[in-house]
């Protein structure tokens, strides 16, 4: 399977390299593009929960880097949600 990685910045100006063991989170991101916290925080859960279930057909366990990648993300977004309308933005995808 293709991987990627894409590269995002927090409200706070702070970022990150994420991991995903499917292309499929180019279909829920765009590069340079601008997202609610709320919204990104969603996308990411559909986009790699696809991409874990993705790795679970083809090799019969779901991808514990995928999942951990959400949970990583889900706890990062979370010291954020007390913000007036907090956005992250991807920077870009690293192929």
Do not use: N
């Amino acid at each position: 399977m293709p991987e990627i990685r894409f590269q995002i910045q927090w409200p706070d100006g702070s970022q990150d390299t994420c991991y995903s063991p499917s292309l499929v989170v180019k279909d829920y991101f765009a590069p340079a593009t601008t997202y609610a916290l709320s919204d990104f925080v969603t996308r990411s859960r559909t986009a790699l929960t696809i991409a874990s279930d993705r790795v679970q057909a083809k090799y019969g366990m779901p991808c514990g880097l995928a999942l951990g990648q959400l949970r990583q993300i889900e706890a990062t977004a979370s010291r954020y949600e007390h913000l007036p309308s907090p956005t992250v933005t991807v920077l870009q995808f690293v192929e």
